[in-house]
């Protein structure tokens, strides 16, 4: 048998084997359609758990989806098993927290019936360097220090609007107001020091000009 003869046989023998593999595949996926089809007629439209877990390929949890009489929503996990972010829903507040890859809280948002708040955390701290508050008494911005100390609020309320300017220690030293006293300093014990006009005033109304100051949100 010449090397031609045996390049022709094995060529034909290679189409029937791939004619072959086809058919079978073809088979295959035609079984493979009718057993989801009976499948899916059959699976359950709705699960029920009070908690599931998320676990990545390696076995690691990644997540969970709990429900529980006082709180329900949805944690996921840091690499390292700390929690990254969480939404929750309870009868007294709705909210999201994102933390950042050591566990630590970085920012919230949260809402009542009476309130919202959106919150930026450092790292280790509890309480915010940055946040702004909405509730029944108008809207407020503050920012503190490094020390939690507030330094800067600002607002709206049903008495006006204003921006305070607080020392390390949390006294007010200045503040600009939409109202009467518009603008004001401050001594270290609290007292008003100076406001426009300030020489024209008597020192009993000196005395009383502190309560033009809006009260602005906490």
């Known amino acids: ?5 045996i390049h022709e ?16 595949s073809s088979c295959l996926c035609c079984g493979a359609v009718v ?5 899916a007629s059959t ?21 969970e989806l709990f429900a529980t009489d006082k709180a329900w929503g949805l944690v996921l996990f840091n690499k390292n098993q700390t929690k990254a972010a969480s939404i929750f829903v309870a009868p007294e507040a709705n909210g999201i927290f994102l933390d950042d890859s050591n566990g630590n809280i970085r920012q919230s948002f949260t809402s009542d019936l009476s309130r919202s708040d959106w919150n930026i955390f450092r790292p280790g701290s509890d309480t915010p360097q940055f946040g702004i508050t909405d509730n029944e008494q108008g809207t407020g911005l503050t920012f503190r220090d490094r020390a939690n100390g507030e330094r800067i609020s600002m607002g709206v309320s049903a008495k006006g609007s204003g921006l305070t300017l607080s020392d390390e220690n949390g006294q007010i030293k200045a ?12 001594s270290g014990n609290g007292e008003l020091q100076w406001a426009p006009g ?11 000009m502190k309560k033009f100051m809006p009260k602005l949100p906490n």
Do not use: C, H, Y
Not at 175 to 186: C, I, N, P, R
Not at 198 to 208: N, Q
């Open 1 to 5: 048998m010449t090397s031609i003869e």
């Open 9 to 24: 046989r094995l060529t034909r023998l290679e189409r029937s084997n791939w004619l072959l593999k086809v058919m079978l």
């Open 35 to 39: 057993f989801l089809m009976g499948a």
């Open 43 to 63: 699976a359950p439209k709705i699960i029920e758990a009070q908690k599931i877990v998320l676990k990545d390929g390696a076995g690691n949890e990644r997540g």
């Open 175 to 186: 503040a600009v107001t939409g109202t009467e006293l518009g603008f004001a300093s401050f």
């Open 198 to 208: 300030w020489e024209k005033f008597s020192p009993e109304e000196k005395a009383t």
